[in-house]
């Protein structure tokens, strides 16, 4: 999964200084009191051939149109699958917040408290019954979590419900989190 190519059509279009989208947002949310500055398409367009010197450029050019450019809140309207938290709270304390895949431990946030993430194998917005329950979830570290989302990745299931999963070409192996009854 890469960077869009570009935002479509004006609706969409970024307004850094009122941080929010304009086109139809503005006809709902009238704020003519601060200065409009947008940036051109080309601005989301990631060119991965550029030279060294031409990505500086580009860094120059956005640090000029947001140099002025304060912060603001963008209000969203959207929809999210639920996620009942408790068991993946339950399965990372099993897990004692260390990665199933690279063995990396958790890191202890400012509150004392230790931080590991969880992974649904079959993703919940595909909604399929089951996704929630604790043999669809393996415990990870942010970076592994990144790379499932983001890295070429593929399952396998092994004997004795132990399952392969190869990102980029690397093998990893976990047993699943399947609680007898």
């Keep these: ?12 279009a970024v307004n850094p200084m009122r941080s929010q989208r304009t086109g139809l947002l503005d006809t709902l949310i009238p704020n003519d009191s601060e200065p409009e500055l947008r ?35 963008q209000h969203k309207v959207s929809e999210q699958v639920a996620r009942p938290g408790m068991v993946t709270e339950y399965l ?3 897990h004692n917040y ?10 202890r946030k400012r509150n ?10 079959i993703e919940l917005h595909h909604l399929i019954p089951g996704s929630y329950c604790s043999d669809n979830i393996v415990i990870v570290c942010p970076t592994c979590h990144r790379k499932l989302h983001y890295a070429s990745v593929s399952y396998s299931l092994n ?15 976990f047993d699943r989190n399947i609680l007898p009854e």
Excluded: W
């Excluded at 260390?98 to 890191?107: D, I």
């Design 112 to 121: 004392g408290s230790l931080y590991a993430e969880a992974h649904h194998i």
């Design 1 to 12: 999964m890469g960077i869009s190519a570009s935002l479509p059509d004006p609706i969409f």
């Design 159 to 173: 004997h004795n419900n132990e399952v392969s999963v190869v990102i980029n070409g690397k093998t990893f192996s």
């Design 39 to 73: 940036e051109s398409k080309r601005t989301y367009s990631l060119n991965k051939n550029l030279d060294l010197e031409s990505i500086r450029a580009k860094v120059r050019e956005f640090n000029r149109l947001y140099r002025d450019a304060a912060p603001q809140h």
């Design 92 to 94: 990372k304390q099993l």
């Design 98 to 107: 260390v990665c199933q895949l690279c063995q990396a431990p958790g890191f």
